[in-house]
C-alpha cells in the first residue's frame, strides 16, 4: 500500500493536469449567468469538467495505454481516425486559446499591443521550447498551480466574506446542462484521454514493484482528492460570479469578469500577479499540447524527426492565426467539433471503465456507432448557418437540451448487455 505522502503527490499531479487557464475563466460568467441556480450550474459543469476526466484517469489506469488503446475493441482505423481529430482539435483550438486569454488577461490591460504581435511572439517561443524540451516547463508547471490555487482561495474567499448572499435574475434557461456543456469548453475529457497516460507511466516507472491493485487505489484514491479539489474551486468561482451581479456589467467577458474579481478582492496587484501567473501557465499548456501532437505524429512516422518538426511547425503557425481573435470567438468556434468529439470521448471513458464483460468489442461497436449518430443533430444544431428547426430532431430525447445521443447510448448499451449475459446463461 502507498503512503499518504504517495497519494497527495499523485493527487497533485492529477490537479494540475486539469487546472488549467481555460478551468479559470469559464466558472465564474457561468455563475454571473446562473444567478440564484448557481449550485445547480456547478453541478452540470463539474459533471463533464471534472467526474468525466477523473474516470479518464481511471480508464487509463485500466488500460496502462495511450490514446490509440481507448477504441482498440472498435477498430484500429477508427483509434487511428479518433486520435488524429482529437490532436487536430487541439492544436486548433485549446492551444490557440491559451494565447487568447494572455492576451486578454497579461497583455491588453497593461500594454496596448495588437493580438497578432502578442500570438506571433507566443507561439515563437512555442516552437522554440518544442524543438527545445526543457525541464523548466515541468519545474514552472509545479510552482505555478500553487501560487494560482493560493491567490484564488484569497479572491474566493474575500469575494465570499464581501457580498452579501444576495443573487440576481438567472439568464440560463436550463442551469444544469448548460453547465454539462460550458464543462465541455474545458476539454479536460480530451486532456484526460490524451495526457492522462503520462501519469500512469510516471506511476509505473517511479513505483516498479507495487502490484497492479496497489496502482490502481492510489490512482482511485488521488483522483477522489484532486477531485474534492477542482470541485470545492469551481464552485468557489461559480459562487463569486454570481454574488457579483450588481458589480459588472451584463455583456461583461469572461477574463475581463475574472480580472474584475481579481481586483475587486486582491487590487491591481493581486491582479497582476494573477495574469502573469495564467499567462506563464497557459504556454505550459499550449507548449505541451504542440509537443503532444508532434510527438503522436513522429509516432505514426517511424519516430521520424522530419515529421516531428514539420507538426511543431504546423502547430505554431496554426497557434498564430488562431490565437489572435478573442477567447469568446474561439469558444463559439470550438462548440461545434466539442458537441461531436466530446460525446464520443465521453462513451469510449465510460466503456473503458465499466467491467469488461459489460464491454465486449460488440458494445463497443454499436454503443459508439449509437452515439456518433445522435450526436449528428447536436452537431448541426451548434452551427447557426445550418441549424434545422427544433422540430426536425423533436422525438430524440434531451435533444432539446444538446444531449440527444444520450439516452440512445444507454439503451443500446442496456439492451445488447441483456442479450449477451441472457447467451451466456
Wanted: overall charge positive.
Amino acid at each position: 500500500m502507498f503512503k499518504k505522502k504517495e497519494i497527495l503527490v499523485t493527487a497533485f499531479a492529477l490537479f494540475s493536469l486539469f487546472f488549467g487557464a481555460g478551468n479559470l475563466i469559464l466558472p465564474p460568467l457561468l455563475g454571473f449567468k446562473a444567478g440564484g441556480q448557481w449550485l445547480i450550474v456547478t453541478i452540470g459543469f463539474c459533471l463533464s469538467a471534472m467526474v468525466i476526466p477523473l474516470l479518464g484517469i481511471l480508464a487509463h489506469a485500466k488500460l496502462q495505454g495511450t490514446l490509440i488503446d481507448f477504441g482498440k475493441k472498435i477498430s484500429p482505423t477508427f483509434s487511428l481516425v479518433y486520435s488524429f481529430f482529437i490532436y487536430t482539435i487541439a492544436i486548433t483550438l485549446p492551444g490557440p486559446r491559451t494565447a487568447s486569454v494572455t492576451h486578454e488577461m497579461a497583455i491588453q490591460p497593461f500594454w496596448d499591443i495588437s493580438p497578432w504581435f502578442t500570438s506571433s511572439i507566443y507561439f515563437g517561443l512555442v516552437f522554440i521550447f518544442a524543438m527545445n524540451r526543457s525541464k523548466i516547463l515541468g519545474i514552472l508547471g509545479k510552482l505555478l498551480t500553487p501560487a494560482i490555487i493560493l491567490i484564488l482561495i484569497f479572491v474566493i474567499g474575500i469575494t465570499l466574506f464581501s457580498f452579501p448572499f444576495d443573487f440576481g435574475t438567472t439568464t440560463i434557461v436550463s442551469p444544469f446542462t448548460n453547465g454539462i456543456l460550458e464543462g465541455y469548453q474545458t476539454f479536460d475529457a480530451i486532456g484526460a484521454v490524451v495526457v492522462g497516460g503520462v501519469i500512469i507511466i510516471s506511476i509505473n516507472l517511479k513505483h516498479t514493484h507495487a502490484s497492479y491493485e496497489d496502482k490502481k487505489s492510489l490512482i482511485r484514491n488521488a483522483g477522489w482528492l484532486a477531485g474534492l479539489a477542482l470541485f470545492l474551486i469551481y464552485m468557489g468561482l461559480i459562487l463569486s460570479g454570481a454574488l457579483v451581479h450588481s458589480v459588472f456589467d451584463a455583456d461583461t467577458t469572461r477574463t475581463a469578469l475574472l480580472s474584475g474579481l481579481a481586483i475587486q478582492s486582491l487590487g491591481n496587484v493581486g491582479n497582476f500577479f494573477l495574469s502573469v501567473l495564467v499567462g506563464i501557465a497557459c504556454f505550459t499548456t499550449a507548449v505541451g499540447i504542440v509537443t503532444g501532437t508532434a510527438d503522436f505524429v513522429k509516432s505514426r512516422f517511424n519516430n521520424s524527426q522530419t515529421a516531428y518538426n514539420i507538426t511543431a511547425i504546423i502547430g505554431s503557425v496554426l497557434g498564430v492565426l488562431m490565437g489572435q481573435f478573442n477567447v469568446g470567438y474561439i469558444i463559439a468556434v470550438a462548440l461545434p467539433s466539442l458537441m461531436f468529439i466530446y460525446p464520443i470521448t465521453i462513451i469510449l471513458i465510460l466503456l473503458n471503465v465499466v467491467p469488461d464483460r459489460f464491454a465486449s468489442p460488440l458494445v463497443f461497436k454499436v454503443v459508439t456507432i449509437a452515439t456518433i449518430l445522435f450526436s449528428v443533430p447536436d452537431f448541426l444544431g451548434s452551427i447557426s448557418a445550418i441549424a434545422p428547426s427544433p422540430e426536425t430532431f423533436f422525438w430524440i430525447p434531451l435533444q432539446q437540451y444538446s444531449l440527444g445521443w444520450v439516452l440512445p447510448a444507454l439503451v443500446v448499451f442496456v439492451f445488447l448487455n441483456t442479450i449477451l449475459l441472457s447467451k451466456k446463461k
